[in-house]
Each structure stands twice: as C-alpha cells, then as structure tokens.
C-alpha cells in the first residue's frame, strides 16, 4: 500500500471515529433530556452510516490498488472496479452533504420559531433537496444504461468536470447561507454581549465545514484541468478531490452533533461546571452585578416566576427546544422542570413589560422578556 492510500485510510477512520462519537453523545442528550428523536437525528444517523460506507468502499481501493504511485499500471478489471466504486461514493457522498445540511436546518427550526426565519430555513432545504437531486440525476444519466458508467470506451453525456466544479462551487455557497441563518437570528435575541458571543461561537462552527468546501472547490478545479485516462482514478488530482469529498462528510457531521450537546456541557459534572469558576475570573460580567441588586429582580427569582404570567419557570437556555405547551393568560401555579415532555417547542417574546431571569452559561445572569410556548 502506498502513503498515499495509507494517509486516506488514517483520515477516514479518525474522522469516523469522531463522527460516530459525536452521534453518540447526541443520542445520549436525548436519552438524558427523556426526549424523543426528532426527524433530524434520524437523517443524521442515515448520513452517518451512508458515510462510512464510502470511507470503507474507498478505504477497499486504497489498501488493494496503487492509489498514489505514479508508475502504477492498472489493468483493465482494476479500472472497471474502481470506476463501479466511484460510481457509489459519488451518488452517496451527493446524498449525505443533502442529509447534513436539511438535518441541520431542521434543527434550526426547533430553536427559532419566528415566521421570518422559518421562511428562510424552508427555502434552504426546498433548494438544498433540489439541488441534490437534480446533481444526482444528472450523474446517473451521464451514461445511460448504467453498466455503460464502469466501461471506460464509453463516452460521457455531459461534461464531467464541469459538474463536478458546479456541484463543489453551488454547494459551497449553501455552506454559507446555511452558516449564517443562526447568526442573524442570534444577533436578533434580547440577551447580553457575552451570551450573544458564545452562542454565535457555537454556530460557527460550521465554518469548519466551508472551509473544507472551498477546499475542496480548488482541488476539484485542479482535477478537472486534468484530460482523464484509464488511470485518473489512481493519480493525484482524483486522490485530493476524492479526499475532502470524503473529509467534508464527517466535518459536517461532527459539527451538526456538537451543536446539540448544551444539555451534557450543563449537566452536574459537565464541563460548565469546571470553567464557571475560570469565567468568572477572565470574563466578570457587569450585568449580573446590576441584575443582582435589582429588587425587583431579586423578588421575581424568589418569586419563581413573571409578572403577568402567573407560572413558575424553571427554564434554562439550553432546554429552549423542550418547553409544554403553555397558555401566558393561565392562572395555572404548577412548576415544570423542563424534562420528559414530548413536544418541541421554543420561546417566543411578547411584550416589552415584564421581565423574567434566566441563568445562562457560566452561571451569568440573562434578562430577557416573558416567554410563552409554542408548538
């Protein structure tokens, strides 16, 4: 096996391995929540699995030809193989970036209910799912029957790598947009400075998955500069663009998973718990000094609950996607801790009047308006 092959199976593997491990811990969230999996844990699990298909399958080409030696010669069974697996990992790696990303803005959905951002989210995925499946169509029938795909003397229908820059190029952008959704509604939120800055901290991390988008853009320009032979799929260009194809499944994956795991980051020996002391050292904040000394404030924490709502809230930021189904106008007394409930609901501000404490990460203080659950 060449180095080459061997850093494509080391690559794969740790990234699965950190992919899976994520999954992992987002699924025992939900067991810790008692809540149920949504549609969007069970796209993540179906693109997880398809990944690892395509890792095993290229890992199998990798570890059995001369992927990334120059002076390897494949004979003619070896190039109808590795033309039957890039015939799959293609299809499939189209179909998990589609997963990923519908995944993720559901997700989105379940934290910010306001019609404007909905809209939004609706119309990523309604592209996201068009996109994919028009790029799917296009590859299936470049060649037509499909046993024609693995036969090298046949002609492509359409211009490969032109495809395939589009493809990279189209999808790099929905990165983007998908990648600054949750920015603009985080800005919107009534919450302090830091709150803000963590919480849109947390969404960048999808930056991770554009930046491994546009490189793979340049690899797979630098590809289709290349005048394909029978050998194309064992050289160097192939190899790079092949390689973050497969780098951007996991990325992807591992990022939409850690957004999910604030119940494990607050939870009794989560890792709040450790850097509390730390933040309250580097990061003193103001507000809850002020906030601290405000009788009123004071008497509605002791009160438990809002002015005007009559309920007592037992609610933290990271429980915002699990909320009943509460009436603000009832005269209901009853405390809820936030657990077991089987709807996913968020927060929607209505008025400008009363004001209800919440304690946000590192045990600040965030004064916000009084909430009220919808479905």
């Given at each position: 096996?060449e ?19 994520a999954?992992g811990?987002?699924?025992y ?25 395509v ?6 080409v ?21 033309s ?9 790696s ?9 995944a ?17 989210a ?12 028009a ?23 359409i ?77 160097a ?26 119940p ?68 209901s007394?009853s405390?809820?801790n ?6 996913d609901?968020l ?17 600040e ?11």
């Amino acid at each position: 096996m060449e180095q080459a092959g061997a850093i494509l199976i080391f690559v794969t593997l740790f990234l699965g391995l950190l992919a899976t491990s994520a999954l992992g811990l987002r699924l025992y969230c939900r067991y810790y929540q008692k809540a149920r999996l949504t549609i969007d844990d069970y796209l993540i699990i179906i693109a997880l699995l398809l990944s690892w298909s395509v890792s095993i399958a290229s890992d199998y080409v990798a570890a059995t030809t001369g992927v990334g030696n120059p002076s390897y010669v494949p004979d003619e069974d070896t190039v109808i193989f590795a033309s039957k697996v890039n015939y799959f990992t293609e299809n499939t790696s189209i179909t998990v970036m589609g997963l990923v990303k519908v995944a993720l803005l559901l997700f989105y959905k379940r934290i910010f209910v306001t019609k404007t951002f909905n809209i939004a989210a609706n119309f990523l995925i309604a592209i996201t799912a068009s996109f994919s499946l028009a790029v799917l169509l296009a590859i299936v029938f470049s060649k037509w029957p499909i046993k024609d795909q693995w036969n090298p003397e046949v002609p492509f229908n359409i211009n490969i790598p032109a495809i395939l820059i589009f493809y990279v190029a189209f999808n790099a952008t929905l990165d983007l947009f998908t990648l600054a959704l949750p920015l603009t509604a985080v800005r919107a939120l009534q919450m302090s400075k830091h709150r803000k800055n963590v919480l849109s901290i947390i969404f960048t991390l999808g930056s991770l998955c554009v930046i491994a988008s546009f490189l793979r853009l340049h690899y797979a320009v630098e590809y289709a500069k290349v005048k394909p032979t029978p050998s194309s799929f064992f050289e160097a260009p192939f190899i790079y663009n092949g390689l973050w194809a497969i780098i951007e499944q996991p990325v992807f994956i591992l990022a939409n998973c850690l957004l999910t795991l604030g119940p494990l980051y607050h939870a009794k020996y989560g890792p709040a718990n450790w850097l509390s002391p730390l933040q309250s050292l580097l990061l003193p904040s103001s507000s809850k000094r002020s906030s601290a000394k405000n009788p009123a404030n004071m008497q509605k924490k002791k009160n438990g609950g809002c002015n005007g709502c009559g309920l007592q809230h037992d609610i933290q930021p990271y429980q915002w996607e699990r909320l009943p189904n509460i009436d603000a106008g009832s005269n209901s007394s009853s405390r809820r801790n936030g657990k077991g409930w089987g709807r996913d609901v968020l927060l929607e501000t209505e008025t400008e009047t009363d004001t209800v404490s919440w304690e946000g990460i590192g045990g600040e203080e965030v004064v916000s308006r009084p909430p009220k659950a919808l479905v």
